[in-house]
């Protein structure tokens, strides 16, 4: 009996534009249907647009982060999805390169703090909550 490959072993197996893909096409549809949730909740009327919790597009981002760094062709790959129409997939994309330029919200231009190597890196979910507001 084959075992079937890990969600690990599936990530490490695609290109950065295919790994991109994956995680964008889950982000859009968690804005799909919050999208769906909230049109049934409160009308046709309600506003469209993209709406994620910043806990899940965090982790989303740290996810994507993790496998994307093993691809040689990582930065170039991201630079293709900064651009997407969907502001979720921006937010995503945006994140992950900015996760492998600094390995952190917490360090970089967005916070002005350098990373000092065999330091703690506190949980850095409030910095990225300032880093969304600057993506349009």
Known sequence: MVDEPTQFEKDMAMTADELIEDFALGVMRVCDDNLRMNRQAHGDDYLEGDE???DVLHQSCSELFFPLSTKED???AVERWVVHERWCVRALAQGAKYLLEHGSFNFGPNTGEEYVEGEEDDDDS???MDFTMMIE
């Open 52 to 54: 994620i919790a910043y």
């Open 74 to 76: 990582a930065m170039e």
């Open 126 to 128: 409030e910095s990225f």
